[in-house]
């Protein structure tokens, strides 16, 4: 397995999509519990202002790239810069504005040190059916009044071998804690998708995991409103060119233009983490 790349002090494990099944079926086969964290750009921002979120998701033994900021991120952090103190900085500057346009335009270009975007979505799916084959079972955490439900209805029709141990659409307040776990335990849940959104959806992970049955814990964030249908996700050609944040946008504008900040925070942060490093 490839060593973890560092955008801004945060570990991302640079895997294809055949390492993280890799990785996933070994974590689930082995002694002991694993987190896995679906890191984006804005992970990394709220990492830079909250040490214990960025322990966390460095201590995570799953860390993927679930954005495609995070692919230009580290292509832009590898970039070669001439030293002129000026010129380096213009240099920086227009490298950065090039690599956002080729994510859109020729998304390969961007896949070197990190080779894939692993959404949230998709890694779900793929966890799901990791569990029907091993036969484990899944319990839905988070998201809205409802959401769980209905996701959970959605894959036991979609999946009829899938085992759902179980739903809560609580919050993760402190003191919330006991009574989910209480029923996570009943069941003998496998594994936990959490969508209470980060930081909060990863440091309950860390908290509450070794508390639980469960071998594995995913942070999913706004996955369970995807599968329950309530949000609709981009077409395939979005997806791949780095373009499914714009039909988000469109589907959920206050939302989206709230988070917009941290994108162009994270934009700003790496420029200046590339200038100060050869």
């Given at each position: 397995m490839p060593k973890p790349v560092e955008i801004l002090k945060v570990k991302i494990d640079p895997f294809t999509w055949d390492e993280v099944r890799e990785r996933l079926l070994y974590l689930l086969n082995k002694k002991g519990k694993s987190q896995v964290a679906t890191i984006n750009s804005e992970f990394i921002v709220q990492a830079q202002e909250n040490a214990d979120f960025l322990e966390c998701l460095n201590s995570a033994q799953l860390r993927t790239a679930d954005g495609s900021g995070l692919l230009i991120g580290a292509h832009f952090l590898a970039a070669r810069?001439?030293?002129i103190p000026i010129l380096r900085q213009i240099q920086a500057f227009f490298?950065?504005?090039?690599?956002i346009k080729l994510s859109y335009i020729y998304p390969r270009i961007i896949k070197k040190p990190i080779p894939d975007r692993i959404a949230g979505v998709d890694l779900s799916l793929e966890i799901i059916k990791l569990a029907i084959?091993?036969?484990l079972s899944i319990f839905l955490l988070g998201a809205g009044v409802g959401v769980a439900e209905k996701a959970a209805l959605i894959l036991q029709t979609d999946y009829l071998d899938l085992k759902?141990?179980?739903t809560y659409g609580g919050s993760p307040r402190?003191?919330?804690e006991e009574?989910?776990?209480g029923l996570i335990n009943k069941h003998k849940t496998d594994i936990i998708l959490v969508a209470y959104g980060a930081p909060k959806q990863d440091l309950w992970i860390k908290r509450n995991l070794k508390k639980t049955t469960a071998k594995l814990a995913v942070g999913v964030g706004g996955t369970l409103d995807i599968l329950s249908g309530d949000i609709q996700r981009a077409?395939?050609?979005?997806q791949e060119h780095g373009l499914e944040w714009l039909f988000r946008l469109f589907q959920q504008p206050m939302i989206r233009f709230k988070r917009l900040p941290r994108l162009l925070k994270f934009l700003r942060l790496i420029y200046h983490q590339?200038?100060?490093t050869d």
């Open positions: 810069l001439t030293k490298k950065l504005i090039w690599y084959n091993n036969h759902i141990a179980g402190i003191e919330d009574k989910i776990v077409p395939i050609f979005m590339r200038l100060k």
